[in-house]
């Protein structure tokens, strides 16, 4: 699982299923997730999308036109599309006639498809997708989704850094490398300092909060301090400082103590408070924000990277 949520959408008409499109965006993002979807106008254009098996092609989840214009569709349509994605969760609808839609898939007994007339297909979305999750999101891969969107943010803090970095004068390299000199100071001093104490650590169960190198951390501040240095990005700095709250999230799941208890696991951080799953909703929508502000910042620093202006 990840941040993002895959539809491969059959729609001969795209334009229609606008506002469908924009508020199934709305209520996944209020649960931690980005939609992407990509629009076959047929099933076989849509056959092009998948991969040789349920994993390689990433599709989550199949949106289907009931009355598309060509290609096989109605009741012919419902049986292709459930051989040619045999491993596949598919929504058909249709603006009318859903009563016929749903006579058609509860006569063909066919698992894993489900109905919605086109005005009540957002909340038939999210309903899909809540029970999908339900099977592969409990909290301890809660966990690695956090541990895997922060790892993307800590590649494009490194890759906004080298960018500016190469397109800056001298002056400002030089800088640049003298922050990290300093930084480097700061941590041999905290080191020293955590050396003495670990040397006289009498248990071991405290060894686990000495944890320092040069990390995601530091270079997190260098970006900002450089940015700063600048004083034409004061709202991308209070974003960072933002982000640097979610990042001592991120490192305190690193060290969660788990319990199990038959086939459940329960999280504890390391003061005892159990992580729910409400807790990781809620840092799923802050990384979402997160990963969006550094991916665009990334882009717009190197303007041959897609996306890029």
Known sequence: MRLDFNILWVEDQPDAVKAQRERIDFLLRKEGFRVNAEFAISVAEAKTFLGNDIYGDHVDLVLMDYDLGSGPNGEAGIEMVRDSFPFKDIVFYSASGVQKLQQSINEG??????????????????????????????????????????????????????AIFAKANQDHKTKALKLIAEQINENRKTFDKETKKVVALTELAALADFHHVYSSAHRLRLLRKILEAAGTHSAECELMLKYAETMQQRNDLAHVRVVRKGFSRKLFDRHGKELTTDDMQALRVALLGHHEFFEKMITALHPEIEGGK
């Not at 899909?128 to 999750?133: H, T």
């Open 109 to 162: 007994n066919l698992q894993g498809i489900f109905y919605s007339s086109r005005q009540d297909l957002p909340d038939s979305v999210v309903g899909v997708f809540k029970a999908l999750v339900k099977k592969v999101l409990d909290i301890d891969h809660s966990r690695g989704i956090v541990m895997g969107a922060t790892s993307e943010i800590d590649y494009f803090i490194n890759e906004c850094l080298v």
